[in-house]
């Protein structure tokens, strides 16, 4: 049973065009973190949700946003995606910090 | 900063030999973790560690954190295909209290039948 879903798998965006990915999930923690990952990187956290307390990361660039209506989501919008941004999307919950983080699948974005 | 390097970057076994990653941190480990990553997916919870000297073990993969917690080594027992995929070790961000992780570069692991 997926508890961090993250839709969609795949997503293809034209340069300059806002896209959207979401993330959700079942597990009801506390905790929802964006990272961004690029081809045989690290993943690189973008920002994180304390319940409602957003926290960015200082070099997180100003075309990131995100959004958490409910426990159960969050979201990451990509205002002008460059093609600098096409990379794989990751989203991971945990109970709370210093706590195991759990990933979804992930988004591929690719930019054309 | 704190930074993770982990060693080898990337180790092709035969299937059946033992194997070990190993992860060093530039500065004392609050917490590490072990992560497993295959092609295109997200990351896999394989172990927490936080405690020097602290080991543990799930089926045929066992995590340390040596002593001064600056070192955490990754052993797989009798290696299986199923053991491929790429292996990442991540760490607390002091104040150890923010909840966020870096992450080391990866280990890509082959395993060959």
């Known amino acids: 049973d997926a508890m961090v879903i993250q839709n969609p798998r795949y997503q293809v965006t034209q340069f300059g065009k806002p896209v959207t990915l979401s993330c959700s999930q079942t597990?009801?923690?506390?905790?929802m973190y964006w990272y961004q990952q690029k081809s045989s990187q690290a993943p690189k956290l973008l920002f994180h949700?304390?319940?409602?307390?957003?926290?960015n990361e200082a070099d997180t660039p100003d075309n990131f946003q995100s959004r958490r209506p409910n426990t159960s989501f969050c979201f990451l919008d990509i205002r002008s995606p460059g093609l600098g941004d096409a990379a794989m999307y990751l989203c991971?919950?945990?109970?709370?910090?210093?706590?195991?983080?759990?990933f979804g699948d992930g988004t591929r974005l690719s930019i054309l | 900063s704190q930074e993770l390097e982990q060693s080898p970057q990337s180790l092709i076994v035969q299937e059946g030999k033992n194997l070990t990653i190993n992860c060093t941190s530039s500065?004392?480990?609050?917490?590490l973790y072990w992560y497993k990553q295959k092609y295109g997916e997200g990351l896999i919870f394989l172990m927490m560690?936080?405690?020097?000297?602290e080991e543990k073990s799930h089926e045929k993969i066992t995590a340390k954190l040596d002593e001064k917690k600056q070192q955490s080594s990754l052993h797989i027992t009798a290696s299986q295909p199923s053991h491929a995929g790429i292996y990442l070790c991540?760490?607390?961000?002091?104040?150890?209290?923010?909840?966020?992780?870096?992450f080391g570069q990866g280990t890509t692991l082959q395993v060959k039948p």
């Open positions: 991971a919950t945990s109970r709370g910090r210093n706590q195991p983080q759990h």
């Open positions: 991540g760490a607390d961000i002091p104040p150890s209290n923010t909840g966020k992780l870096i």
């Open positions: 500065k004392t480990l609050y917490g």
């Open positions: 949700y304390y319940d409602k307390d957003f926290n």
């Open positions: 560690l936080q405690k020097g000297g």
């Open positions: 597990l009801n923690h506390n905790v």
